[in-house]
């Protein structure tokens, strides 16, 4: 049995909010019901957070991380969460490896914890937490080329039976999320989930242009609307690349009332 592994990039709702069975994520909560229906179990999961930026490139490198609640106002209970799944030191160093061979300098961070930008999906994908785990920060800066390039830097993980996801949302302006879903703001965000559906899962895109688009993001329509702040968009430029800029299926949804996504490049892509 082959040991390669999907890429996905899901977006993992608000807060702990999937996990409360809040109705606003029920339907997040059922593609991803079917999303996990069709994985296998990988060897260890690579997965990078929008909720964690560093300096550089950094990977947790503990071999039993704990638990980073960084979500606010919420009922007491959602500060016990547990996910102990364990660390993968030697993942961890391996990935830092892959970084510095394609000159991109990464470190190793021996105290930080799981924050809920992972566990939050993988308590959704994976309940058991009995796959070793590795989490890797995004860069300060949120520069694009930056982490299409990282994405580069680790596309030989998955043919080594490690699943990469990239963890964060297609659509993240809290204000509109929050607020009243217009018809105008409605429409923006379906505008620019018509464009991110095209660059990413369009089969006739050359993978070139692809990467290009990707790099260019701002120029979509509603982008600044859609992500006034790019972290939550990053995950994916890291996750397209690691995939050889081939095309993802989509799974569509709406959360809090608004369109978001889960791409998946499967095993056999």
């Known amino acids: 049995m082959s040991t390669r592994q999907p890429i996905l990039f899901v977006s993992h709702g608000g807060g702990p909010l999937p996990l409360m069975g809040d109705a606003s994520h029920q339907e997040m909560l059922e593609a991803f019901a079917e999303l996990r229906s069709g994985l296998t179990v990988p060897k260890a999961v690579l997965l990078i957070s929008a909720h964690w930026e560093e300096s550089e490139?950094?990977?947790?490198?503990?071999?039993?991380?704990?638990?980073?609640?960084?979500?606010?106002?919420?009922?007491?209970?959602?500060?016990?969460?547990?996910?102990?799944?364990?660390?993968?030191?030697?993942?961890?160093?391996?990935?830092?490896?892959?970084?510095?061979?394609?000159?991109?300098?990464?470190?190793?961070?021996?105290?930080?914890?799981?924050?809920?930008?992972?566990?939050?999906?993988?308590?959704?994908?994976?309940?058991?937490?009995?796959?070793?785990?590795?989490?890797?920060?995004?860069?300060?800066?949120?520069?694009?080329?930056?982490?299409?390039?990282?994405?580069?830097?680790?596309?030989?993980?998955?043919?080594?039976?490690?699943?990469?996801?990239?963890?964060?949302?297609?659509?993240?302006?809290?204000?509109?999320m929050m607020g009243l879903k217009t018809s105008e703001v409605v429409e923006k965000c379906q505008a620019f989930h018509g464009w991110l559906d095209k660059v990413i899962t369009n089969a006739e895109l050359d993978d070139t242009e692809r990467v290009k688009q990707l790099g260019e993001w701002q120029e979509a329509p509603y982008a600044r609307f859609c992500h006034p702040r790019e972290e939550h968009l990053l995950p994916l430029h890291v996750c397209c690349t690691a995939a050889s800029a081939q095309p993802a299926s989509a799974l569509n949804f709406n959360v809090l009332g608004l369109p978001a996504r889960c791409y998946i490049w499967s095993a056999a892509g």
């Not at 490198?61 to 799944?85: K, L, N, V």
């Not at 990282?150 to 509109?176: P, T």
């Open 57 to 176: 490139f950094t990977l947790t490198g503990s071999a039993s991380p704990g638990m980073i609640y960084d979500y606010y106002g919420f009922p007491p209970e959602t500060y016990h969460y547990q996910y102990p799944a364990p660390g993968a030191p030697e993942l961890a160093m391996e990935v830092r490896a892959l970084l510095q061979a394609q000159q991109l300098t990464a470190h190793l961070d021996f105290h930080r914890g799981f924050d809920h930008g992972m566990f939050v999906p993988m308590m959704l994908l994976f309940p058991e937490a009995d796959i070793p785990v590795v989490q890797l920060s995004l860069k300060k800066g949120l520069d694009a080329h930056a982490h299409l390039k990282l994405g580069e830097a680790l596309a030989a993980l998955r043919d080594q039976g490690i699943m990469l996801i990239g963890s964060g949302y297609s659509f993240h302006n809290l204000s509109a």
